[in-house]
C-alpha cells in the first residue's frame, strides 16, 4: 500500500567538507529559530539558535544564517564529521507563545 | 550537564487503554512541553505547562489527554484511552524562563506502540 509520511531531504557529504542544511520558515512573524538534530532513537539535541534582530549567528563550528526577506535558514557545519550523520530540523518560535513549529528535517549523511 | 529523562524508553498497551508517561525535566526550569512524531513524519507541539497549569495546547490535544506536575520533579501526560493512530515518540521539554530566549530542551523520548 501506500506509504504514509515524509520524504526528508538528503544531503549526503565526504568527511571533511562543509555542509549547508537549509530551511524555509513559513511565518513572518516568527522571531526566534532553532536548529535541532536528532540522531536515531534521540530526541532533538540543541545545536544553535538565532533571534530575528540578527542574520548570522556562529558557534563552534556551526553557523546559522537567517534572510528574513525570504524566510529562509540555513546550517552551515564546517569540517563535518562522521558523529554529524542526523537528521537536523529548524524549528520556529511564531511570537505567540513557547510552542515551537519544527520544519521537516534534512538527512545528513557523512561519508568516511 | 543536566538534561530532561524520561520514561519508559518503550511502551506497548492494547487500544483503549490508558498511559502515562513520565517525565523529568531539568531542575531549574519552570516551562514543560510535550511533543510527539509520528514515524516519518515532523515533530508537533501538544502541550505547554507553566506555573501547574496548562499555558497553550494544539488542536492534537483534545480530551483524550491530560498532563500533570503530580511533585516538585515530574512531569505526566496521559492518555485515557489509546488509540491506533496514537503510536508515536512523545518528547518531554523544559524551558527557564529567565533566560532572554527559552531554548527548550528535550528528553530522549518514550516510543509508544499502540495495538
Known amino acids: 500500500g501506500e506509504s504514509v509520511g515524509l520524504h526528508l531531504p538528503t544531503l549526503s557529504v565526504q568527511e571533511g567538507d562543509n555542509s549547508i542544511i537549509n530551511c524555509a520558515y513559513s511565518n513572518s512573524a516568527s522571531d526566534y529559530f532553532i536548529w535541532y538534530k536528532q540522531e536515531s532513537g534521540k530526541g532533538p539535541q540543541f545545536i544553535i539558535d538565532i533571534r530575528s534582530n540578527m542574520d548570522k549567528r556562529q558557534g563552534q563550528r556551526v553557523t546559522v544564517l537567517l534572510n528574513k526577506t525570504v524566510k529562509h535558514l540555513s546550517l552551515q557545519i564546517a569540517a563535518t564529521q562522521p558523529g554529524d550523520s542526523a537528521v537536523y530540523f529548524c524549528?520556529?518560535?511564531?511570537?505567540?507563545?513557547?510552542?515551537?513549529?519544527f520544519g521537516t528535517g534534512t538527512s545528513l549523511t557523512v561519508i568516511p | 550537564e543536566p538534561e530532561v529523562t524520561q520514561t519508559p524508553s518503550h511502551q506497548v498497551t492494547q487500544m483503549g487503554q490508558e498511559v502515562i508517561l513520565r517525565c523529568v525535566p531539568i531542575?531549574?526550569?519552570?516551562?514543560f512541553y510535550w511533543y510527539r512524531q509520528i514515524l516519518g513524519q515532523k515533530v508537533e507541539f501538544l502541550v505547554s505547562?507553566?506555573?501547574?497549569?496548562?499555558?497553550?495546547k494544539s488542536e492534537i490535544f483534545d480530551d483524550q489527554f491530560s498532563v500533570e506536575r503530580p511533585d516538585g520533579s515530574n512531569f505526566t501526560l496521559k492518555i485515557r484511552s489509546t488509540k491506533l493512530e496514537d503510536s508515536a515518540m512523545y518528547f518531554c521539554?523544559?524551558?527557564?524562563?529567565?533566560?532572554?530566549?527559552?531554548?527548550?530542551?528535550f528528553g530522549p523520548g518514550t516510543r509508544l506502540l499502540v495495538l
Open positions: 521539554a523544559s524551558s527557564d524562563p529567565t533566560e532572554i530566549q527559552e531554548t527548550q530542551y
Open positions: 524549528a520556529e518560535n511564531r511570537n505567540t507563545g513557547n510552542q515551537f513549529y
Open positions: 505547562f507553566y506555573n501547574n497549569e496548562i499555558s497553550e
Open positions: 531542575s531549574n526550569h519552570l516551562y
